[in-house]
């Protein structure tokens, strides 16, 4: 929605959501300097985000370019056309393949569940390696840790050991742009009424599980010396 009235607060990069994907994005933000709002529209007493119930496995591929191949193949329509553009596809084997050293780095623990892709027909797919996280005991006394649960408390731990800033109970309602289509803040639903927030260096949208992440890095990074966010980023990996 076009915007050109004055914010109610404004930050440098708005992370929409508070599941494995928004808490990523925002340590990783936060992490380079930035100054991160988590809008999250669960109220804190009652946050249940899918991330939670997940199994909250991730792919970790053991060789970039033989992963590159292997979703490709899964991607191609024709010689010429993908149904997903090549570089992105290029993007997400370099950056998931840094995700086991990524959460071991911050503190966590896991191990490999699964060593070979699922569609065992098409090179490259002994590269897709499946990781469990082994973090935290579950509350329920089974005595299991890790699974969606441990890796969901231990992601929000480090969001709040940081002291990042979370806006519960605020629905995202529109993304605010300006005259030339770039984001530049949220409207959010808030304690009964609208709130337009803005952003300078950008508005991260996270579902799924990520982690990593040069490519949010170099999203703060672009727009570190502007007061206007070019674009929304989009944070997700397989679960």
Known sequence: MYFEGRFDRAVDVIAIGFGDAGAVA???????????????????????????????????????????????QLYRINDDLFETDPALIRTW???????????TQQGGACHMFHDRGEHRHLEGYDSIQLYKPDMNEHPNGSGHTGWGWGLFKFLSDKVNERGVQVMYGARAKWLLTDAAGAVIGVQVHHGGRLVNIGASKGV??????T??????????????????APKVSRCSTAT
Not at 204 to 209: F, I
């Open 26 to 72: 925002a340590m990783t933000a936060h992490d380079d300097g930035a100054e991160v709002l988590i809008l999250e529209k669960q109220h804190e007493d009652a946050r249940r985000p899918n991330s939670r119930f997940s199994g909250g496995l991730f792919i970790s591929p053991s060789d970039v370019d033989a992963a590159e191949h292997y979703m490709k």
């Open 93 to 103: 084997a370099e950056e998931t393949s840094q995700n086991a050293q990524w959460l």
């Open 204 to 209: 991260l949208r996270g579902w799924s599980a």
């Open 211 to 228: 982690f990593p992440s040069p490519v949010i890095r170099a999203a703060v990074r672009s727009t570190s010396g502007g007061s206007r």
